[in-house]
């Protein structure tokens, strides 16, 4: 009995030995697809970040990119040699990257001399939907990959079951309990270790693509910041010349027409201070602060969210601290802080009736102000309140999930919190502090 249990034993330890190595073999495959998919991204980011700016340090990153992505696919090929269907749908990526690529590369050579070519390149690359399909050739081998593993620890379970069983009724004869509970916990630990693989290969996997996206995301906000600032330039001076142009008007609307000239070129700089002001939080993570009334913060927020309320009535009310007026903050920032959680109160309460909104401030105890913007509206799903300000986290169709981000991001940066949480009666409440300029 003693011989039959350790030979059962001694199986079962070279089933979990195969398990480990199937884990290993599969977290190996994932880290070199998103190895890929993330050098695909940066070759993208790069071309495009080359083509809008011509700075030589986009093309480095696509250059750099671009030399990675043979050598990880060749990596790839070299573990997925034994399965057939995985050499099948590599091929088909690999191909479609060599496809695009080659617009890449094409593009990136005509961007000085013929501009023109390369957008139309561009475009047939949109039509094409190389990128898209490249994600899919990687997403179907993941699944695959998975889906083996999966397959392989079903039949591990059930042998090992098995021969678990044996070796239990065997060591219960032989009144050898001691060795069934040293193969116990060799078990649980294995399989621990196998869940704690896993899980990290899933975090990482997910911290990639966050990393990339923002990484695109603030490229572009950088570029497009530079662009949009001098039309927004030119509107307000074209309204100011307007203005001087009616200055000596005697038509009974010309005071009306002045007035709406000098609110839309106010509007205009305000576009482009908030514009310059995303250029530089994003290029260096800095604010302004300066010392500002937090009425006139709200004030300005209101009256932009509520343009879109119009035709829908909302109850506003603002109680704000009066003995905490001011604050220290980066004001254009915090006009788009509340003018995100203002909209979002409202797009929250569209179907409501009536609608409520509530502002209001109190001072806390260590020089902060807190600010709470409240609403009646069906309030947020309890599964989606520990990500509701994770990047790309939205429950908007339309959405892109980077409001309450940015929120966080803007709160954080002058040295407070926020939080979301039910309102007593139906709704939510958003609380954020920022730092108090009043004396205690």
Known sequence: MLVVATVALAYSLMQIR???????????????IAGIERAVLQAESG??????????????????????????????AKIVGDSAEQQQNLAAVRSSIEMRLAQLQRVVELAQDDPQTSLDILEQARVDLLTQRI????????????????????????????????????V??????????????????????QQASDQRLRELQAELLHVARLGTMGEMSAALAHELNQPLAAIANYLKGSRRLLQDSTDKSAERIRTALDKAAEQALRAGEVIQRLRQFVSRGETEKTNERLDRIVDDALALALVVAKDRAVE???????????????????????????????EAMEHQEPRELEI?????EDGMLEVVVADNG??????????????????????????????????TAHGGDIQAEPRPGGGTVFRFTIPSADPL
Not at 54 to 76: C, F, M, N, Q, W
């Open 360 to 364: 209001s401030s109190r001072r806390g």
């Open 18 to 32: 195969d398990n480990s190595s199937w884990v290993r073999h599969t977290n190996d495959v994932l880290r070199l």
């Open 135 to 170: 994600e899919r050739g990687l997403s179907t081998m993941t699944k695959y990959e998975q889906a083996v593993l999966k397959e392989r620890q079903r039949n591990f379970e059930r042998s090992n079951f098995a021969a678990a069983a044996v070796a239990t009724c065997l």
């Open 47 to 76: 071309e495009r970040g080359y083509l809008l700016t011509r700075v030589g340090e986009y093309r480095a990153a696509y250059e750099t990119a671009k030399s990675a992505l043979p050598h990880a696919i060749d990596d790839l």
């Open 378 to 411: 069906p309030g947020i799903d309890p599964q989606l309140a520990d990500k509701l300000f994770l990047p790309f986290m939205t429950t908007k169709t339309s959405g892109m999930g980077v409001g309450l981000s940015l929120c966080r991001t803007i709160v």
């Open 316 to 346: 506003v009310s603002v109680n704000l601290d009066p003995t905490a007026e001011r604050v220290l903050v980066d004001k254009v920032q915090i006009q788009q802080l509340l003018l995100n959680l203002i909209r979002n109160a409202l």
């Open 172 to 193: 219960i004869l032989a009144l050898a309990s001691g060795c069934v509970g040293a193969f116990l916990i060799e078990r649980q630990r294995t399989m621990a270790r």
